[in-house]
């Protein structure tokens, strides 16, 4: 039987990937649509932050890895996410736009 926490950690886990998978695909129409380098950037930014949250929880829940590493997972994805949504913001300002 499923503790009340670990409920709440897929219910969290599942909106997270519900979420994060409508956002990245809005930002990636955008991106189509307008051919900013921006949009296709952040939506590359969205998505490794949505995937590190599911990877996270998958490599605990699943495949069985400790806490401590699989959450070390999902922070390096969500860093580097976030770099990468930064430099969304900054990559019309460096190429002159």
């Excluded at 939506?43 to 400790?66: K, R, Y």
């Amino acid at each position: 039987m499923a503790s009340l926490s670990t409920i709440f950690l897929v219910a969290a886990k599942t909106l997270t990937l519900a979420c994060g998978v409508v956002v990245t695909t809005l930002t990636h129409r955008a991106y189509r649509r307008t051919g900013s380098t921006a949009m296709r950037v952040l939506s590359v930014g969205i998505g490794l932050v949505t995937a590190g949250a599911v990877l996270a929880g998958s490599l605990n829940q699943l495949a069985g890895v400790p806490l401590v590493v699989s959450t070390t997972v999902e922070s390096i994805f969500t860093a580097a996410g976030f770099l990468v949504m930064t430099y969304s913001l900054y990559s019309d300002r460096l190429a002159g736009t």
